[in-house]
């Protein structure tokens, strides 16, 4: 449940990018998700609070390297550019247009499911006096739990919006959601999260 949400607290969007969303389908639809995020978007924007949209880039990830998939990632100057170009015009990094990403948005790339590791978010955060952070995106377990882990450890109160978070496997999601969130954070839904906007400390 959620109890509070503090004055200072930004939404936070995992990886809601058209490459990743179309693969995720369990146990909300995609739509679902992409609704309630972008209803949270509209509310947190209608508030003057921050919206951060983070969206994944594999191709300068160097936890791939060392693995034997590997052969995927692209290592040299050209198969990078074409890898680039290919993601370009397939939009397979493009923001959802559900999201309908405003001037006034952070956006951020990781190359890591933690949207901390090795990116600006901590300092963008830190920057506007954020002591809360609300998460949804996809998928639960990977970018969410893993930003999730990373926020704890700095110190941030973490809200979960659970009607806008999926997984590609309902197991997946459902261990998140019953074992693992609830001890970095509180957990809801996405009316729950706008009706606390009107009301934080």
Not at 9 to 29: N, R, S, Y
Not at 48 to 73: E, G, N, Y
Not at 127 to 139: A, D, E, F, M, W
Request: aromatic letters at 4%; glycine letters at 6%; charged letters at 20%.
């Amino acid at each position: 449940m959620i109890t509070a949400l503090d004055k200072n607290t930004a939404l936070v969007l995992i990886d809601l990018q058209k490459g990743i969303a179309k693969g995720h389908t369990a146990p909300h639809p995609v739509q679902e998700v992409l609704t309630n995020s972008a209803r949270l978007a509209d509310a947190f924007r209608k508030a003057k609070l921050p919206v951060i949209i983070v969206t994944l880039d594999l191709r300068h990830a160097a936890w791939l390297k060392a693995r034997r998939d590997s052969r995927r990632i692209p290592k040299n100057k050209l198969m990078l550019a074409l890898a680039k170009l290919m993601m370009s015009l397939s939009g397979h990094a493009s923001v959802v247009k559900e999201i309908n990403t405003q001037p006034g948005d952070i956006l951020i790339t990781k190359t890591t499911p933690s949207a901390f590791y090795n990116t600006t978010l901590h300092a963008e955060l830190q920057k506007r006096h954020i002591t809360n952070i609300v998460l949804c995106g996809i998928s639960t377990s990977n970018g969410v739990e893993g930003t999730a882990r990373a926020a704890v450890e700095r110190g941030y109160n973490v809200s979960f919006a659970t009607d806008a978070m999926s997984d590609r496997s309902a197991g997946s999601h459902q261990s998140s959601i019953a074992y693992i969130l609830p001890r970095l954070g509180e957990l809801g839904n996405s009316s729950d999260i706008i009706q606390h906007l009107q009301n934080r400390e």
